[in-house]
């Protein structure tokens, strides 16, 4: 939406798009083998998409939440990045948390208390 794609938001994209680049950070942009490399460092990102190995991460900056999606896999696309207002995320998902029903075989919130 264009209303959040103002200059202080393409600084900072900018700014996490090279810090993920960066080799001497994390690396994890930076090329396929550093992103293999990551993602088998840090099993406990994997998305259990059920048929391919796709990883997830979350990155918070003091105003936008950035979700991370990895696919090392030659010949796919290896990343997708999202970009969300914190707040206004952080609201969607409460709204789905309200409207999701409990799994069956456990208790809602209002049973638990």
């Given at each position: 939406?264009?209303?959040?794609?103002?200059?202080?938001?393409?600084?900072?994209?900018?700014?996490?798009?090279?810090?993920?680049?960066?080799?001497?950070?994390?690396?994890?942009?930076?090329?396929?083998?550093?992103?293999?490399?990551?993602?088998?460092?840090?099993?406990?990102?994997?998305?259990?998409?059920?048929?391919?190995?796709?990883y997830?991460?979350?990155?918070?900056?003091?105003?936008?939440?950035?979700?991370?999606?990895?696919?090392?896999?030659?010949?796919?696309?290896n990343?997708?990045?999202?970009?969300?207002?914190?707040?206004?995320?952080?609201?969607?998902?409460?709204?789905?948390?309200?409207?999701?029903?409990?799994?069956?075989?456990?208790?809602?919130?209002?049973?638990?208390?």
């Amino acid at each position: 939406q264009t209303q959040f794609k103002t200059h202080d938001f393409g600084v900072e994209l900018n700014k996490v798009v090279h810090a993920l680049r960066a080799k001497g950070g994390c690396g994890l942009l930076a090329d396929r083998h550093h992103m293999s490399e990551f993602c088998a460092r840090h099993p406990e990102t994997a998305l259990g998409t059920g048929f391919a190995a796709v990883y997830g991460v979350k990155l918070k900056t003091v105003s936008r939440t950035y979700l991370l999606r990895c696919d090392p896999r030659k010949g796919e696309t290896n990343f997708c990045l999202y970009a969300y207002e914190t707040p206004l995320l952080e609201h969607c998902v409460e709204q789905l948390a309200r409207q999701r029903p409990a799994p069956t075989g456990t208790r809602s919130r209002e049973e638990a208390r």
